[in-house]
């Protein structure tokens, strides 16, 4: 008989290997899907993974997207990434990301017509306060009341999305927009715009912000005792209190620095790529970080090297739907399967499999 055992200590070698098997199996699943949709299969995963990068046609529009793309998902996921460490589980970054956009937002049109240097950075700071504020309400019911994080910070995400659909209805509705919804559109307000620091590269504040992000997380994580309270918190809580952690804090500063890193991606996103707040914006950015999160292992560098995988993919789907005909689901199932097979894998970092009786073993 075939019987997983447990590993007295988890694999190094499967941690490392996990990821890269799960993009694997996922393109062999996804081939199969394709094919049940009367597509070739080696030319939808060609059009997904290598176009968008190496077609002499549209690779020199799809390459700065790339960063475009990945920007927010990069920020998103590291600021979860904290929480997951310390077994904090923040399921909310899409609210957050969400509430972060509309803040940011709305002090930007505040001021409009105004031309002065001043309100962008007010909109920065008025995002990451949004989210963060936004992430501190399931913190506060868990640490006042010990309610499910998890619920909670899911559930925000439903207040926030009819946030968003009331406000580009009514609150910041663009008034010469001839009733239609959605505010006024950012790359015609140069003051509050997040224009392209290179023109031609996709590179933005955003995505600027996004590398920076890495770093402090890296630096965080292995050079600094908060690092160190994440790591042991989310290893052995039991030995993080014996250490004079305390927990209540731990969850607060987790939950408040990925609701800010969402919010900081809500109002970058809003100000530059997507140019306004309409009832479409919410684009899932905050569920695919996640994806982006543990296929990157929870460490900053993987994360980065993800983040550009998962944005890949964006860019390849939209390509397939245009070019073949794929079905948007198709592509989100596909993208989903990145996540079951990554966690379906990662069963092998702390089991092997025997093949026998157990009394043979």
């Known amino acids: 008989m075939i019987r997983l055992e447990k590993r007295p200590v988890p694999s190094k070698l ?12 996922t393109m062999v699943a996804g081939g199969i899907l394709f094919a049940f949709l009367g597509k070739d299969p080696v ?31 990069i920020l998103i996921a590291i600021g979860l990434s904290l929480g997951f460490r310390a077994g904090i589980w923040n399921i909310g970054a899409e609210g957050q990301y969400i509430i972060g956009a509309i803040c940011g937002a709305a002090v930007g049109l505040a001021f409009y017509p105004m031309d002065a240097w001043f309100i962008f950075p007010l909109m920065i700071i008025a995002g990451a306060i949004g989210g963060l504020l936004w992430a501190m309400i399931p913190a506060l019911l868990k640490t006042r009341f010990g309610t499910n994080e998890i619920l909670v910070s899911l559930m925000l995400v439903y207040v926030a999305s009819n946030q968003l659909a009331s406000v580009s209805q009514g609150l910041l509705r663009n008034p ?15 003051a509050a715009y997040n224009a392209e620091l290179i023109a031609g590269t996709g590179m933005h504040w955003g995505v600027l912000t996004a590398f920076l992000a890495v770093i402090a997380a890296y630096i965080l994580l292995n050079r600094h005792i908060l690092g160190f309270q994440i790591r042991l918190t989310g290893e052995s809580p039991r030995a993080a209190r014996f250490s004079g952690v305390r927990p209540k804090l731990l969850i607060l500063f987790c939950m ?73 689901a ?6 989903g399967m990145l996540l079951f097979f990554l966690l379906a894998m990662d069963v092998f970092t702390n089991y092997r499999i025997r093949i026998g009786s157990p009394e043979a073993a």
């Open 256 to 328: 408040g620095v990925s609701g800010a890193a969402a919010g900081l991606a809500g109002i970058f996103e809003v100000s530059g790529p997507s140019g306004q707040i309409n009832i479409s914006f919410n684009a899932g950015y905050g569920f695919t970080a996640i994806i982006v999160a543990f296929l990157g292992r929870l460490h900053p560098v993987g994360i980065l090297l993800a983040g550009l995988l998962l944005a890949l993919t964006y860019i390849g789907g939209e390509l397939a739907q245009l070019m073949l005909g794929i079905p948007a």
């Open 176 to 190: 010469d927009g001839m009733g239609f919804p959605g505010s006024r559109n950012f790359q015609q307000y140069p």
């Open 43 to 73: 030319e939808v995963i060609r059009i997904i993974f290598w176009d968008p990068l190496f077609h002499p046609d549209f690779s020199a529009y799809s390459r700065p997207q790339l960063l475009v793309k990945a920007g927010p998902l």
């Open 14 to 25: 499967w941690t490392y290997l996990t990821p890269i098997a799960a993009v694997v199996a």
């Open 330 to 335: 198709a592509i989100q199932v596909f993208q």
